[in-house]
């Protein structure tokens, strides 16, 4: 699949390093937060340019409730903002949103906000957008398997029925396809509990780069480095 200029399918992103770009320019975390969120509009903007199917964003982990509640307030509040200032790029963009998570548990106005974009592209054709909010992968899959044990429960479900593919019908979003390039910006080498489940074989690709400064030029790196790689799944090349 290599060594020929081949996109990966479906791309997911950790974006790191918001509140340390921040403090490097003497800023609010705040001021972090908000120019990363135009480095997701530039992002998307050339994922669905290039056609990538779908585009997976880290927008807020089921660790962030650790913040201090001034920080979670003015996230949750640049989030409900960020939903309303997209509907006409999205639109313009053909991209279809959609997100994974506990979305119930986020608040009212988000949740609120967050339905009305969905609704609104979801007829769209061109790239998924999604969005994984208050999202943690430890808590997928136990939210999966709760859903499976009552499914046995009901008898509507045997033990032998459960395999990878058929516990994968339990996930947040069943359809989504395993992501092939995983990046994470801010240097960090580590996974933070991101698609556990789906990121088995994604290729990782790690830059030193905050996510506000991420641009075109660090995805292309990024999609470069993706297209000289080997993708053997466990096997070996003939």
């Not at 949750?76 to 548990?105: C, D, S, V």
């Not at 969905?118 to 208050?134: D, H, Q, R, Y």
Request: charged share 35%; hydrophobic share 35%.
């Amino acid at each position: 699949m290599k060594k020929n200029g081949s996109l990966p399918e479906h791309i997911a992103i950790i974006m790191d390093g918001n509140g340390r770009w921040a403090r490097q320019k003497k800023l609010l975390r705040i001021k972090g937060h908000e120019t990363g969120a135009k480095a997701v509009r530039e992002i998307t903007r050339e994922c669905a340019k290039k056609h990538i199917k779908q585009l997976t964003l880290y927008a807020f982990s089921q660790e962030n409730w650790k913040r201090p509640k001034r920080e979670i307030d003015l996230l949750m509040k640049l989030l409900k903002n960020f939903l309303i200032g997209e509907r006409e790029e999205i639109q313009k963009n053909n991209i279809r949103l959609t997100a994974i998570g506990r979305i119930k548990e986020l608040p009212e106005f988000v949740q609120r906000e967050l339905s009305v974009s969905i609704e609104e592209s979801k007829m769209n054709t061109g790239m998924v957008l999604c969005l994984a909010l208050n999202y943690g992968g430890r808590t997928e899959i136990i939210d999966a398997t709760k859903k499976i044990v009552a499914e046995l429960k009901k008898g509507k479900l045997k033990i032998d029925e459960i395999t990878e593919e058929s516990f994968k019908k339990y996930l947040y979003m069943p359809n989504m396809p395993d992501p092939d390039l995983l990046i994470r910006t801010g240097g960090e080498m580590r996974i933070s509990n991101f698609l556990l489940w789906e990121i088995s074989y994604a290729e990782l690709w790690v830059t030193d780069t905050y996510w506000p400064d991420f641009k075109k030029p660090h995805l292309e790196e990024a999609l470069l480095a993706y297209a000289n790689r080997e993708r053997r799944y466990g096997g070996l090349k003939e």
